[in-house]
């Protein structure tokens, strides 16, 4: 797969530096989360918000959520993108897509608030789901005393995050919970099989077809492995009606194993009558969104999501 020159030169300098670690199947979690800060860290900061970011915990059965809130703007009763994290609910956290989060805030003008949900394999399936949907629901009962306009919120995240999304979309629709957007970057969508994709880009880049079963047996835990990949709380596209669940703007890289699945999800949602705004950045590799000080494409990407909440937020 060729891709796009700036990103051929990022991808290959992180690719160079993996290669001195272990084989995935000998890496801890801890290991891989030390090394996917590293790569946050590399990847550099967001911009400076002139009005800050807060922390706060959401209650919840489980013991309290950890959030952050990033505020564009002392005006009040702002619109909000609730945020989910990728990294293969194994990984990541509110640091590592701190730079994400301060951009679409700058970038969409709304409020975002990250959620810090719970990750495998100390929590397995359905932890990550069970804790992304309490934060949507508190946001949308409590949001104004952040200042937020409960009437005009969105979900989003990428990759695991984007499934996390995804699912809580159709969970906010059973619950007459009015989202006006889900955005999808790179989402993961259907673990019940293997797309083209995952031949296509079986060895990455950045993301590979091993690195992907790893997270999974991670985050089955000791559930039924078919079971789990067929429940529609793991595989969105598994769920029996995808009517009625919030518009989408869903971001695909060409180059990403996830490739086939987030265009497939595009698809299913329009058929059912969902309006979808789809765009695949070719040449491209999973980790895009993340990429932005480094590379064009990741501007773009950045761009797309900011002016598709802007949009849809009013």
Known sequence: MTLQPDTKAFVEMVELARAEGPPVSEQTPEFVRDRYQAMAHILGKGPELPHGTSEIEIPSLNGPISARVYRPSKEEMLPALVFYHGGGFVIGDLETHDKECRLLCANAGCIVIAVDYRLAPESPFPAAVEDAWTALQ????????????????????????????????????????????????????????????????????LLTVEVIEWFWSHYLGSASDSEVRNDWRFSPAKADDHSGVAPAY??????????????????QLSEAGVAVQHSLFEGQPHTLFQMFNVCEGAKDLIGECATALKTALG
């Open 250 to 267: 869903i971001a695909t890289c060409s180059a990403d194993p996830l490739r086939d699945e987030g265009n497939a999800y595009a698809l």
């Open 138 to 205: 508190w946001v949308a009962s409590e949001g104004k005393q952040l200042g937020v306009d409960t009437a005009r919120l969105a979900v989003g995240g990428d990759s695991a995050g984007g499934n996390l999304a995804a699912v809580i979309a159709l969970m906010a629709r059973d619950a007459s919970i009015d989202l006006k957007l889900q955005m999808l970057v790179y989402p993961a969508t259907d673990a019940s099989k293997h797309h083209d994709s995952f031949t296509e880009n079986v060895d990455g880049p």
